[in-house]
């Protein structure tokens, strides 16, 4: 769907398959949204396309094993033990040099550069701000950013075992002290199934201890609320990115 005041295009950036939004009247900063398991990037456009109509331009990539890079099997179990900590993993890899052609093509510093996501994207988005320096902040959807639950879920052939390494080594729960002061605004559903919010919330409060400014971090659960992301969720995130 195009929508009037933004350009869209599809093209290459760092040898991924990426969609970028280009609003007319853009406010100097980026944001890298990334999606959920099972999903891909050109199903994201009418959400993403909020975040343009405030100024923002938007880059979404395709993950590993999803749209234009190939499929799995999303509903079978086994094939998600062994594909999403390997999608996440080669997406947490991938980043340094994806926004570095993202800064450069869209003229927009890195540190200008927000990184958000549903679900699997929110995930990916928390660590990337808990393991790397460039982004400015992130705004993880649905998302929990302490992935031992997935790691003590692991059986022994689940997944190869250098890719459960890296995936143990990216997990933002061991990287409290430089997500420290980060923009941090994690939006869960009060009834996702699928997600635990009370699972980031405890997150939330674990990390909170590393911060000295409390209004860069921030958490809520939203009632009746599943795993999905809302308006009001969309509200709360652009709200928060206007105050860093």
């Known amino acids: 769907m195009k929508m009037n005041g933004v350009e869209v295009k ?12 280009e609003p007319k009247e853009k406010n100097g900063k980026g944001l890298i ?3 959920g398991w099972g999903a891909e990037r050109k199903s994201q456009e009418f959400r993403c396309n909020t975040f343009a109509s405030f100024g923002y331009t938007v880059l979404m990539p395709d993950s590993p094993y999803h749209g234009e890079r190939g499929t799995v099997d999303y509903d079978d179990e086994k094939s998600m033990k062994e594909f999403m900590p390997k999608s996440i993993v080669e997406t947490m890899d991938e980043f340094p040099t994806l926004i570095k052609e993202f800064s450069q093509y869209a003229e927009i510093p890195e540190g200008e550069i927000f990184v958000s996501g549903h679900s699997m994207g929110g995930m990916v988005s928390g ?10 902040g992130a705004i993880p959807f649905n998302g929990i950013l302490d992935w031992n639950g997935f790691l003590e879920g692991f059986q022994e052939g689940d997944t190869d075992a250098e890719v459960k390494e890296a995936f143990e080594a990216y997990n933002p729960i061991g990287h409290l002290d430089t997500l420290a002061d980060r923009p941090l605004c994690m939006l869960n559903g009060e009834n996702d199934t699928n997600i635990s919010a009370k699972g980031q919330e405890a997150f939330y409060k674990e990390a909170k201890k590393f911060y000295k400014d409390d209004e860069k971090i921030y958490f809520e659960a939203f009632g009746q609320t599943g795993h999905v992301t809302t308006t009001n969720m969309m509200e709360v995130a652009v709200n928060f990115m206007e105050k860093m």
């Open 33 to 35: 949204w990334y999606h």
């Open 127 to 136: 660590a990337i701000v808990a393991n790397y320096p460039q982004a400015k």
């Open 10 to 21: 599809h093209i290459e950036l760092a040898k991924i398959p990426v969609t970028i939004i």
